[in-house]
Nanobody, 125 residues
Framework: QVQLQESGGGLVQTGGSLRLSCAASGRTFSGYALAWFRQAPGKEREFVAEVDWSGRNTYYADSVKGRFTISRDNAKNTMYLQMNSLKPEDTAVYSC??????????????????WGQGTQVTVSS
């Protein structure tokens, strides 16, 4: 099973940018689909973005489409989330997740079963 660790969260003003990283352990990193989820206080955890095992296919929640970009570097066992034009409603704990899926172009959000501990992102108005 893959171990995941997020970094890069922090406090930013509305309209600002942050880049989150998710470092993974394990020699089979490239076989995993990866995703970002977030959970705001008092709300359910929600899907943010997904990238397939190859990095060629990406998917986004409507609320972040056009502002966030997910990517991965299989040589570095790391996934990224570039967040631009941040809004106060983006404030949440962001967690990365993994699901075994070599050769799959898409994994349903409910199938992700390995999780990092999360990193706090706070956007001030």
């Amino acid at each position: 099973q893959v171990q995941l660790q997020e970094s890069g969260g922090g406090l930013v003003q509305t309209g600002g940018s942050l880049r989150l990283s998710c470092a993974a352990s394990g020699r089979t990193f490239s076989g995993y689909a990866l995703a970002w989820f977030r959970q705001a206080p008092g709300k359910e955890r929600e899907f943010v973005a997904e990238v397939d095992w190859s990095g060629r296919n990406t998917y986004y929640a409507d609320s972040v489409k056009g502002r966030f970009t997910i990517s991965r570097d299989n040589a570095k066992n790391t996934m990224y989330l570039q967040m631009n034009s941040l809004k106060p409603e983006d404030t949440a704990v962001y967690s990365c997740a993994a699901a075994w899926g070599p050769e799959l172009s898409y994994v349903p959000p409910g199938d992700f079963d390995s999780w990092g501990q999360g990193t706090q992102v706070t956007v001030s108005s």
